[in-house]
Nanobody, 123 residues
């Protein structure tokens, strides 16, 4: 599967953005699709995951209640709706896909990655 992330931009504190992760390839619905982010000088961190086969969603504590991940398998796309954005959400956001990762919070479990989209939250 190949991924392409989009939807980033510059937004003020408290604003919203919706990121998209468009996939090409077969059997997309079976993939776990995760969002990670990386700020300058920091390690890549887990944000959210939506499991394959209609499985559950999980979120990092830092975004719980503000971000919502969803998928449209007919469109081969996963979305990350980000509300109530904070300056600490500023980062490059990446989507990644894997079939049944053992540790879905670990970036090392994902072989397919999108190119990243920049999110900047200004105060």
């Amino acid at each position: 599967v190949q991924l392409q992330a989009s939807g980033g931009g510059l937004v003020q504190v408290g604003g919203s953005l919706r990121l998209s992760c468009a996939a090409s390839g077969r059997a997309f619905s079976s993939y776990d699709v995760a969002w990670f982010r990386q700020a300058p000088g920091k390690e890549r961190e887990f944000v959210s995951v939506i499991r394959g086969y209609g499985g559950p969603t999980y979120y990092a504590d830092s975004v719980k209640g503000r971000f919502t991940v969803s998928r449209d398998n007919a469109e081969n796309t996963v979305y990350l709706q980000m509300n109530s954005l904070k300056p600490e959400d500023t980062a490059t956001y990446y989507c990644a896909a894997a079939l049944g990762p053992r540790v879905w919070m670990s970036p090392f479990e994902y072989a397919a990655w999108g190119q990243g989209t920049q999110v900047t939250v200004s105060s």
